[in-house]
């Protein structure tokens, strides 16, 4: 599970780009390959952007047929519920690098498509199928990777709630990428499951790496959950198997209810420690995403990527992501999908973020985009949260977070005309710095 050298990277690219066969192009601006993967109501593209050059993945996910019986709004609201968790998802926890990056969003009358980052080295199951077990060293640094993005994710209030080897991508460098967020969890305002207690009780998941109290029906933690999930697959990566093997499905049920599994003998302790405490069928005292991080085995021979987190924070401040936030994700051209959202009788805009009431998009004119992004800076500053900015011709954004890395808002500004621009601020949950967001209001007046 190691990275390609170039000859094998550069024969593979040939191979690949021999059995393209390019057929469509998305709108003028995306040349449709050879189909990478199917879902239940998905197909994922190998494409190219036209414009670029640059090869993409692009999803198609399908808008339900028409029913006679049903009524047109009721046919609309099914298509936004069959992609709206997944686009919600993406644009929260965006500027992680180990986190499929959502690059544009296309619409037709018949799907929506999702251009996604292209991860060349295919799934992390299928390397596994490939070559077995991993190295311990390959595996710590890909588990950390996946442990980085889960707790991202958590700390911008996602849950991903189906983490296995299927939805981990590798990138040509061999790195991990987290991605398929169809089934996830929100928490506080975003459009999710979660009641007041932060529980939820929908069943979800896939059998071999659900957690044990989804399958006695209780009403779940969703971050327990994902840690469970992240331990099947520790232990699938490090032992090459599954912990709770068994050719009867209920009889797999049963030994992941006990949480009946056995070590291989080639495990070092610090690895058994650890997969011990996430493989915990009792979610009150499973370890917790933090744990991980800090655990032995993680931070064994003082490996570089793993960052120690701050006590109640998950959003873990690297250069690499610092870069990689500021230099894709605060200053973003606007695309098609974006203006339509505009449209009358075309309001879109819960496909870009669960509850409108943590999003809104307004109209100013008579000033500037640096005027805009000027004051939200000084407030923020004023209110003492980190601040990160970014500015190009006609669009730039400020990016605020608490100073234990957890975010707060985001404000991105579009110059329409010369003196018209588009403001959109977003903030984490109706229930993060309600204060906060009421000086926001006043100051941008939206």
């Given at each position: 599970?190691?990275?390609?050298?170039?000859d094998s990277?550069a024969?593979?690219?040939?191979?690949?780009?021999?059995?393209?066969?390019?057929?469509k192009?998305?709108?003028?601006?995306?040349?449709?390959?050879?189909?990478?993967?199917?879902?239940?109501?998905?197909?994922?593209?190998?494409?190219?952007?036209?414009?670029?050059?640059?090869h993409v993945?692009?999803?198609?996910?399908?808008k339900?047929?028409r029913?006679?019986?049903?009524?047109?709004?009721e046919?609309?609201?099914?298509?936004?519920?069959?992609?709206?968790?997944?686009l919600?998802?993406?644009?929260?926890?965006?500027?992680?690098?180990?986190?499929?990056?959502l690059?544009?969003?296309l619409?037709?009358?018949?799907?929506?498509?999702?251009?996604l980052?292209?991860?060349?080295?295919?799934t992390?199951?299928?390397?596994?199928?490939?070559?077995?077990?991993?190295d311990?060293?390959?595996?710590?640094?890909?588990?950390?990777?996946?442990?980085?993005?889960?707790?991202?994710?958590?700390?911008r209030?996602?849950?991903?709630r189906?983490?296995?080897?299927?939805?981990?991508?590798?990138?040509?460098?061999?790195d991990l990428?987290?991605?398929d967020?169809g089934?996830?969890a929100?928490?506080?305002?975003?459009?999710?499951?979660?009641?007041a207690?932060?529980?939820?009780?929908t069943?979800?998941?896939?059998?071999a790496?659900?957690?044990?109290?989804?399958l006695?029906?209780?009403?779940?933690?969703?971050?327990?959950?994902?840690?469970?999930?992240?331990?099947?697959?520790?232990?699938?990566?490090?032992?090459?198997?599954?912990?709770?093997?068994d050719?009867?499905?209920?009889?797999?049920?049963?030994?992941?209810?006990?949480g009946?599994?056995r070590?291989?003998?080639?495990?070092?302790?610090?690895?058994?420690?650890?997969?011990?405490?996430?493989?915990d069928?009792?979610p009150?005292?499973?370890?917790?995403?933090?744990?991980?991080?800090?655990?032995?085995?993680?931070?064994?021979?003082?490996?570089?990527?793993?960052?120690?987190?701050?006590?109640?924070?998950?959003?873990?401040?690297?250069?690499?992501?610092?870069?990689?936030e500021?230099?894709?994700?605060?200053?973003?051209?606007?695309?098609?999908?974006?203006?339509?959202?505009?449209?009358?009788?075309?309001?879109?805009?819960?496909?870009?973020?669960?509850?409108?009431?943590?999003?809104v998009?307004?109209?100013?004119?008579?000033?500037?985009?640096?005027?805009?992004?000027?004051?939200v800076?000084?407030?923020?500053?004023?209110?003492?949260?980190v601040?990160?900015r970014?500015?190009?011709?006609?669009?730039g954004?400020?990016?605020?977070v608490?100073?234990g890395?957890?975010?707060v808002?985001?404000?991105?500004v579009?110059?329409?005309?010369?003196?018209?621009l588009?403001?959109?601020?977003?903030?984490?949950?109706?229930?993060?710095?309600?204060k906060?967001?009421?000086?926001?209001?006043?100051?941008?007046?939206?």
């Open positions: 599970m190691t990275p390609p050298d170039d990277r024969t593979s690219a040939a191979a690949a780009a021999s059995s393209e066969s390019h057929t192009v998305l709108q003028g601006r995306y040349e449709l390959g050879r189909i990478l993967g199917r879902g239940g109501s998905s197909k994922v593209y190998r494409a190219r952007d036209l414009r670029t050059g640059v993945a692009v999803k198609a996910v399908r339900p047929p029913r006679p019986s049903c009524p047109p709004e046919d609309a609201a099914a298509a936004r519920r069959s992609v709206e968790r997944e919600a998802a993406l644009r929260r926890v965006r500027g992680h690098p180990h986190v499929v990056r690059l544009d969003v619409a037709s009358r018949s799907a929506v498509y999702l251009v980052e292209l991860a060349r080295g295919g992390v199951q299928s390397a596994l199928e490939d070559m077995g077990r991993a311990e060293p390959v595996a710590r640094r890909l588990f950390a990777q996946l442990a980085s993005a889960v707790a991202h994710a958590h700390a209030g996602v849950f991903h189906d983490v296995k080897p299927e939805n981990l991508l590798l990138d040509e460098r061999g990428k987290l991605t967020f089934l996830c929100f928490a506080g305002g975003g459009g999710g499951e979660l009641g207690d932060g529980l939820t009780a069943a979800c998941g896939s059998p790496y659900v957690a044990p109290e989804i006695l029906k209780k009403r779940y933690d969703p971050g327990k959950a994902d840690v469970w999930s992240c331990g099947v697959v520790l232990f699938s990566l490090t032992a090459g198997y599954l912990p709770f093997n050719g009867n499905l209920m009889g797999m049920y049963r030994k992941i209810c006990a009946r599994f070590c291989p003998k080639w495990f070092a302790p610090e690895l058994r420690s650890l997969i011990g405490k996430m493989l069928p009792n009150s005292t499973r370890i917790k995403v933090g744990g991980i991080l800090e655990h032995p085995w993680l931070v064994k021979d003082g490996m570089s990527f793993v960052v120690a987190p701050t006590v109640g924070s998950c959003y873990y401040s690297t250069p690499e992501v610092v870069e990689w500021a230099e894709s994700e605060l200053a973003r051209e606007m695309n098609a999908f974006d203006i339509l959202t505009f449209a009358s009788g075309c309001d879109l805009s819960g496909l870009l973020i669960g509850t409108l009431s943590d999003r998009r307004f109209i100013m004119s008579g000033m500037n985009g640096k005027s805009v992004l000027d004051q800076e000084e407030l923020g500053r004023e209110e003492g949260f601040v990160r970014k500015e190009e011709a006609g669009f954004g400020v990016l605020l608490a100073l890395g957890k975010f808002a985001q404000v991105s579009y110059r329409l005309h010369d003196e018209i588009l403001v959109e601020a977003e903030r984490a949950s109706n229930e993060e710095e309600p906060f967001w009421d000086k926001l209001r006043a100051t941008l007046k939206f």
